[in-house]
Antibody, heavy 116, light 107 residues
Framework: EVQLVETGGGLIQPGGSLRLSCAASGFTVSNNYMNWVRQAPGKGLEWVSIIFGDGTTYYADSVKGRFTISRDSSKNTLYLQMNSLRADDTAVYYC??????????WGQGTLVTVSS | EIVLTQSPATLSLSPGERATLSCRASQSVSSYLDWYQQKPGQAPRLLIYDASNRAAGIPARFSGSGSGTDFTLTISSLEPEDFAVYHCQQRYNWPRTFGQGTKVEIK
């Protein structure tokens, strides 16, 4: 059974750093396209970043240069390193496996609150 | 980046009625357009991919159409569990973008 579990969220001051983790089971992270998507409180979804099987990465303009997506094959885990955090980065962060065939998979999300 | 505009923002309907949701792209996305359903406190759920293909386990009352810049999600007869927020997303180019969402609420 495919499962994605995000951890690492919490309260952080503006300018601070945080690393989110997404532990995967039931499939191999490095063989799939993996995404981070976020949702600010009461707002719509915002795609954040993706990493391909070959390691290629893309980012939303709003996070480029501040966030880094990566993975650890030995731990079958996806990461999002977030630096220079701002109040508008406050959101629930979801990891998601890109669609293969007729379905995709999402975690339950982890809340990041950037506030002093 | 490609901007997706969803309309209406809110759709007030009764169970059994037909729902028609629109997603318009600022430039062509070919057929690389997906629809998601999201309920409060839950992760999004893929409904339709590549504009018109139902995802795994999605009931036949959900259908998608369109290509280029104009897309439609239709729910033929609303069930109580269909009242939720619906999002469209384009996968045509980077960065991927979502629309702002349409809330389907009970009238």
């Amino acid at each position: 059974e495919v499962q994605l579990v995000e951890t690492g969220g919490g309260l952080i001051q503006p300018g601070g750093s945080l690393r989110l983790s997404c532990a995967a089971s039931g499939f191999t992270v490095s063989n799939n396209y993996m995404n981070w998507v976020r949702q600010a409180p009461g707002k719509g979804l915002e795609w954040v970043s993706i990493i391909f099987g070959d390691g290629t990465t893309y980012y939303a303009d709003s996070v480029k240069g501040r966030f880094t997506i990566s993975r650890d094959s030995s731990k079958n885990t996806l990461y999002l390193q977030m630096n220079s955090l701002r109040a508008d980065d406050t959101a629930v962060y979801y990891c998601a496996r890109d669609r293969t065939g007729d379905r995709d998979y999402w975690g339950q999300g982890t809340l990041v609150t950037v506030s002093s | 980046e490609i901007v997706l505009t969803q309309s209406p923002a809110t759709l007030s309907l009764s169970p059994g009625e037909r729902a028609t949701l629109s997603c318009r792209a600022s430039q062509s996305v070919s057929s690389y357009l997906d629809w998601y359903q999201q309920k409060p406190g839950q992760a999004p759920r893929l409904l339709i991919y590549d504009a018109s293909n139902r995802a795994a386990g999605i009931p036949a009352r959900f259908s998608g159409s369109g290509s280029g810049t104009d897309f439609t999600l239709t729910i033929s007869s609303l069930e109580p569990e269909d009242f939720a927020v619906y999002h469209c997303q384009q996968r045509y180019n980077w960065p991927r973008t979502f629309g702002q969402g349409t809330k389907v609420e009970i009238k």
